[in-house]
């Protein structure tokens, strides 16, 4: 019997009229992922960047998220073909991209993530989950349409190229991140400064002047309304341990006490 995949971060985008609020799950978690998943937030972020996940955690939170209306993103650690070509064999349809700054590097994460003519994906679909077996009709002719790519800007260089970044084609959003962005500008840990937003606000209007939709990571809650007021359409608002951070932090002070 054919299978229907989910609308990709891509559709969701395009179907949108207010800006999209995701979480980052980074614990590594199924449990954690699938209570975020239930949370009614629009999208998820599963992080291998920056997380304890291989391939198998990230198959068991897909698995975990997928009963609920939530839109998965992977984030891979490196735009390798070869680790591109694994995470979407393991039915992600949304990936992420890290530090791309140029657009050839955005062409080959592109490339990557499309079966030939247009790409250079590897063809395994008949043996994995991202065309559930051979059960998700034409998934091979029409893999471009299961599949959403997005690559994260966190260079002043990748801030100069935004606009061809995102003109690149495959490649159906920019993501900005304003962390090694600061560190880059020699402002480490400082993602609120000015020049950071101001940063921040130019890869948007380059990004938006391409005609691709554009997210940002913000965590301080004043920041992420103004960039959704400048234009993001998508935005990481929290981070699975960072709430249990703050809860757990919350709870010793209240009841042992700041001083004990």
């Known amino acids: ?3 229907r995949l989910d609308p990709t971060l891509r559709d969701r985008l395009a179907a949108s009229d207010r800006t999209l609020v995701g979480g980052w799950v980074c614990s590594g978690s199924p449990v954690i992922a699938e209570i975020m998943a239930g949370a009614g937030l629009d999208w998820l972020l599963i992080d291998m960047e920056h997380a304890p996940n291989g391939l198998e955690s ?10 609920y209306p939530t839109t998965p993103v992977v984030r891979v650690p490196v735009g390798d073909p070869t680790v ?10 949304n990936i992420l991209v890290p530090m791309v700054s140029t657009p050839q590097e955005a062409e080959v994460v592109a490339q990557a993530a ?4 247009y790409g250079r994906r ?19 002719h029409n893999g471009a349409d ?25 490649i159906d959003g920019v993501f900005v991140g304003p962390s090694d962005l600061a560190a880059a500008m020699g402002l480490l840990g400082q993602q609120v400064h000015p020049d950071v937003v101001a940063a921040v606000k130019q890869a948007f209007a380059a990004v938006t002047a391409a005609g691709k939709p554009v997210g940002v990571n913000a965590f301080d809650p004043d920041a992420a309304r103004d960039y959704a007021a400048n234009g993001a359409r998508f935005i990481l608002v929290g981070a699975d341990v960072a709430l249990v951070a703050r809860a757990s932090e919350g709870l010793a002070e209240r009841f042992i006490g700041a001083d004990s």
Do not use: C
Not at 124 to 138: E, F, I, K, P, T
Not at 153 to 166: D, H, K, L, S, W
């Open 114 to 117: 499309q079966y030939p003519p």
């Open 84 to 93: 591109i070509k694994q995470v979407l064999d393991l039915g992600a349809q």
């Open 58 to 67: 990230i198959l068991g939170q897909l698995y975990a998220v997928s009963a």
């Open 122 to 140: 590897g063809v395994g679909s008949a043996l994995a989950r991202s065309a559930r077996w051979n059960r998700v009709d034409q998934y091979l």
């Open 1 to 3: 019997m054919p299978l």
């Open 146 to 170: 299961h599949v959403s790519v997005f690559v994260q800007i966190e260079t002043p260089e990748g801030v100069e190229n935004a606009e061809a970044i995102a003109a690149t084609p495959g």
